[in-house]
């Protein structure tokens, strides 16, 4: 039925029909596929935004914020699309940053993800953006060589991935980023030679290859960058001459080429350079003389060519260097007298001109520079006496004379320094009697006519006798001396079981005499011989319930004796204080706490031997308005870093952990570098490993707090540094909404200048943040001493804001 029925012959206009009829039904069902599946196909918006959400970047914000627009640091276009990504300065990505899938954003122009802790190495999809202007991944911990699709973003303007471990080397290809003005990729491993493709780079501003292993010569191609301003090379392996083109660079500011192998003479190619602030050849194998077309720079505020091979006399025309800060031709082959015309250089901070050969006298007329912070003329061939005019300088807090041919009377004027070394010259007579007291009699060894307070002064040893010391030295049998070290090994390993049983005794009964061992001695009646018999005159503070001595020793070493009072050596409450101490200090090992040496804890006689600490307590500096502007915003961070790794070693390294519960600036000891250590341990606590730091109230008025009182305190001292001046004032409004218009620049130490410095201006913002964080109402809030240096630990997050804009209370809200 079915072949009868296909074997019947079909009319066409039935064929025609049927045909129609098929291809209508085909089109309509491809069409309505074609509808299907693009109602289900995601748009490029969305897939942007599933792109966020898979990140887990922004998790906090998925469920409440609806437009990822409106996502923190995320900017869109009109039509919604994602162009700019720049994180919050807390946000921590760590490997999350591999999770970002880049090629979901065609539109991006901005990527900056500086200082949030990512690690791994960067994704080949970052090279698919080909719109992007500005990346920035500098401060990380990102590893691997940087990919080279990269070298492939033609519209790039901005590139700063400083500060993290790359390596590999730089390709030819970067000559074709020919839109960039900033390329920064200093602080890293990158190794091989410097592209010359670099001179490609036109529109170059600031080019930052310093502190990498970079070998071979500089190119001169670098000469081809006409806008250039900044060009740093310095902490590499470069070697070879300085290429003369580099003189082309009419627009730079800022030239820095220290630490490398580069060799050849100063030419005459930096007197085109008539913008150029900064220059710092230092550390090289440069030779020459100093050419007098440096006179021509008189924008310079900063020149170090220390450590090279510079001879000849410097040019008298250096005086034409009117806007000079820091002059450094330090550790060369200079001959000549000092130019006289330095005095013009008005605004001079640091003059260091030391291990040179330079002769002739010190000119007077450098006492006239005001300004003038530090003064280092050591180890030259100077001659004639000292001017009285250096003790009159305003600011001068250092200088130092020593080994050279010096000779007549010490001034008395130099009384109103800070530091001063007249050691290994020729000075003769009485030293003043101002002059003696304020230094170490080490500022003065050497001068062979010199007496103290009509007693002659001691001098060092002739050059004979320590020829004689050191043949001893060398033809000194090996086997005697194998035999001699084993001997001291015994002694200290007996001497220290025996200290230790003594300590021991000493702590139970509290009325035995206890020595104390340094240098393998016994050094209790050189304590006694040092101070004579603790006079007055050793005396250099007065503490709540002891005395604080200078003594040295007479092995050289200068050390603080801190000493409990005669009367109040009775009190029980007193003694016990004084011994908590020394079992405080005996538990700690820490750069930044006060090292104890020794102690005697006899009923007639407690002291403890500690380090001396030269510049005294940070209260003391601080309000000491000549100390206070030396003391300037670098040296105040490190001091706040310096406490706050203090405490959290006590707190978290100790076992069990150790609480201050008096810290003050008053407790905060400097060295000669400024360095701070943490001191005065009397009313320590330990604290048992299940408890929490809650101690019993104790400390002093203003840094206290009844819970987590030394984190308290740190934020106290943290504000009182950067300030100034106690913060009392600040915490005390920070329950009003007052703080809302109290700027942050507004309450830093006006006696410093202003900064603006990026560098400082992030440190000083997290310093407050974490103050802030510190002295929190709620103790629970405020963040461990561990968290605050793992804080400083992480780099410096780039600010949100400009600086001048950061107000207290926006710093009070921030989450750590």
Request: proline share 5%; net charge neutral.
């Amino acid at each position: 039925m079915i072949l009868f029925v296909m074997a019947m012959p079909i009319p066409k206009n039935m064929v025609v029909g049927a045909l129609c009829s098929m291809l209508v039904i085909s089109w309509t069902s491809f069409c309505i596929a074609i509808v299907f599946d693009a109602a289900f196909e995601l748009s490029p918006l969305d897939l942007e935004a599933q792109a966020l959400i898979e990140s887990g970047w922004w998790s906090d914000f998925t469920n409440y914020v609806p437009s990822h627009c409106q996502w923190p640091g995320i900017a869109c276009n009109s039509a919604g699309s994602i162009t700019n990504i720049s994180l919050p300065a807390e946000t921590q990505l760590g490997d999350k940053f591999r999770r970002f899938n880049f090629s979901s954003f065609p539109n991006l122009v901005h990527l900056n993800l500086a200082a949030h802790g990512i690690t791994g190495s960067i994704p080949n999809e970052l090279g698919t953006l080909s719109k992007l202007a500005h990346l920035d991944l500098s401060s990380n911990d990102i590893q691997g060589h940087i990919p080279s699709n990269i070298w492939n973003l033609r519209n790039l303007v901005i590139l700063n991935l400083a500060s993290n471990r790359l390596s590999g080397s730089i390709p030819p290809s970067v000559g074709q980023l020919t839109k960039l003005t900033y390329l920064f990729l200093d602080t890293n491993l990158i190794s091989g030679p410097i592209p010359p493709e670099l001179g490609k780079l036109k529109n170059l501003i600031q080019l930052g290859l310093n502190n990498n292993g970079f070998v071979g010569p500089i190119p001169a191609e670098i000469g081809l960058l006409n806008n250039l301003k900044y060009l740093s090379l310095s902490v590499n392996n470069l070697n070879g001459t300085i290429p003369l083109e580099i003189g082309n660079l009419n627009n730079l500011a800022y030239l820095d080429l220290n630490t490398n192998n580069l060799t050849g003479e100063i030419l005459s190619v930096l007197h085109n350079l008539t913008n150029l602030t900064e220059l710092n050849l230092s550390n090289n194998e440069i030779s020459g003389l100093v050419p007098r077309e440096f006179t021509q720079l008189t924008q310079l505020e900063y020149l170090k060519i220390s450590e090279n091979k510079i001879f000849g006399a410097l040019p008298p025309e250096i005086g034409k260097l009117s806007k000079l800060l820091v002059l450094d031709l330090s550790r060369n082959m200079l001959t000549g007298e000092i130019p006289v015309s330095l005095s013009t250089c008005t605004k001079l901070q640091v003059l260091t001109l030391s291990h040179n050969k330079l002769t002739g006298s010190i000119p007077s007329q450098i006492g006239d520079i005001v300004t003038l912070a530090s003064i280092d003329l050591s180890h030259n061939l100077i001659k004639g006496e000292i001017p009285y005019q250096l003790g009159n300088v305003k600011y001068i807090r250092v200088l130092d004379l020593s080994c050279n041919e010096l000779t007549g009377k010490i001034p008395s004027s130099l009384v109103l320094l800070r530091s001063v070394n007249l050691s290994y010259n020729s000075l003769e007579g009485e030293i003043p009697f101002g002059v003696q007291d304020s230094y170490a009699p080490d500022a003065f060894i050497c001068n062979e006519c010199l007496s103290s307070r009509s007693t002659p002064f001691p001098t060092c040893d002739s050059s004979s006798s320590n020829r004689v010391k050191t043949l001893m030295k060398i033809f000194l049998p090996l086997t005697a001396f194998l035999a001699l070290l084993c001997i001291m090994y015994v002694f200290f390993r007996w001497c220290k079981a025996k200290s230790s049983k003594s300590v021991a005794k000493a702590m139970k009964n509290g009325d035995l005499f206890s020595v104390w061992n340094y240098d393998g001695k016994i050094a209790y009646n050189d304590i006694i011989e040092a101070t004579e018999g603790f006079d007055i005159k050793y005396c250099i503070g007065t503490g709540g319930y002891g005395d604080v001595y200078r003594a040295q020793l007479p092995s050289g070493r200068v050390v603080a004796l801190k000493k409990l009072h005669n009367l109040e050596a009775n009190e029980p409450e007193l003694r016990r204080i004084f011994k908590n101490e020394v079992r405080m200090l005996t538990k700690v090992r820490h750069r930044n706490i006060v090292k104890l040496y020794g102690f005697c804890l006899h009923n007639r006689c407690m002291f403890l031997v500690l380090e001396y600490m030269e510049r005294g307590s940070l209260y003391y500096v601080l309000h000491n308005h000549i100390e206070a502007v030396d003391l300037d915003w670098n040296k105040r961070i490190n001091i706040v870093k310096g406490i706050a790794y203090s405490l959290s070693y006590l707190h978290h390294d100790c076992k069990p952990a150790i609480i201050h519960r008096d810290v003050t600036t008053k407790n905060v000891l400097l060295n000669l570098e400024m360095e701070a250590c943490l001191s005065d341990f009397g009313i320590a606590r330990l604290r048992n490993s299940s408890s929490s730091n809650r101690t019993v109230l104790a400390g002093t008025y203003g840094y206290l707090a009844p819970e987590k009182c030394d984190v308290y305190s740190f934020g106290v001292v943290a504000l009182e540094i950067i300030m100034g001046r106690h913060p009392e004032e600040i915490i005390s409004s920070l329950r009003f909404a007052s703080t809302r218009s109290i700027l942050l620049k507004d309450i830093l130490d006006p006696r410093l200048l202003s900064t603006n410095n990026q560098q400082y201006a992030q440190s000083l913002d997290r310093i407050a943040t974490l103050a802030f964080a510190c002295l929190h109402s709620q103790p629970r809030s405020r963040p461990t001493m561990q968290t605050v240096c793992d804080k400083f630990l992480t780099g410096k997050p780039r600010l949100t804001k400009p600086f001048e804009e950061i107000s207290i209370r926006q710093m009070v809200n921030q989450e750590l």
